[in-house]
């Protein structure tokens, strides 16, 4: 049972457009969420986050919103750059039962034409 | 300060054989996790470690065990390995038990 969901493998968009990448989680203890980004051959680097008190969260490009009634959250890059390209994980834990494993999505391909 | 360093990055083992992985946290970290990346999966969770005890494990078979040190370094073991064992296998490491996870590159294993 997959509990954080990435429906769309890939995405592409035109420099200086705004991407948006989607997740989807099930498990409504779920109150801390994350993106990282992959290159090839590297280790994914961390992103963004937000708390569940929170609706959203701005870092630079970056910024995620969350909605929590709907279970859904969002990463909006704005402009988006070429090299933003990359796979985009979401990632979710539930920090109230002391169980603060991240559970990831299958990610999502962003590619970010010139 | 350096980052997390995993060992080796590649390997190639045949059906039957036993591995060893290896990861260095973030200096002062003493959280550790292991993930499992395949085409199309995702990262699945492997296990966290916190000071040495074991704190939470993924839906893995036996086969995949781990265990971490006093000084906060992990290790990772597959043993019988099978084809379907080829992935990335990345290790993670955070100063407490919550919070981001920083990754390292991670080892490219092939099972042949």
């Known amino acids: 049972d997959q509990q954080v969901k990435q429906n769309s493998p890939s995405l592409s968009v035109q420099e200086g457009r705004i991407s948006i990448l989607n997740c989807d989680y099930t498990n409504s203890m779920f109150d801390y969420f994350l993106w990282y980004k992959k290159y090839p051959a590297e280790g994914p680097t961390f992103l963004i986050s937000i708390s569940s008190i929170k609706d959203k969260n701005e870092d630079g490009r970056f910024t995620v919103f969350l909605n929590k009634s709907a279970k859904h959250l969002s990463l909006h890059i704005v402009p988006s750059q070429p090299g933003d390209s990359a796979v985009y994980f979401c990632a979710a834990s539930d920090s109230g039962g002391s169980n603060y494993k991240l559970t990831f999505g299958k990610g999502t391909l962003l590619t970010v034409n010139p | 300060k350096a980052g997390v360093t995993q060992t080796p990055r590649y390997l190639i083992k045949t059906r039957g054989q036993q591995v060893t992985l290896s990861c260095s946290p973030i200096s002062g970290h003493r959280s550790v996790s292991w993930y499992q990346q395949t085409p199309g999966q995702g990262l699945q969770f492997l296990f966290e470690y916190f000071s040495e005890t074991q704190r939470n494990k993924g839906n893995f078979p036996g086969r995949f065990s781990g265990r971490q040190f006093s000084n906060s370094r992990s290790e990772m073991n597959v043993s019988t390995l099978e084809l379907g064992d080829s992935a990335l296998y990345l290790c993670?490491?955070?100063?407490?038990?919550?919070?981001?996870?920083?990754f390292g590159e991670g080892s490219r294993l092939t099972v042949l």
């Open positions: 993670a490491s955070r100063p407490t038990e919550a919070g981001e996870l920083f």
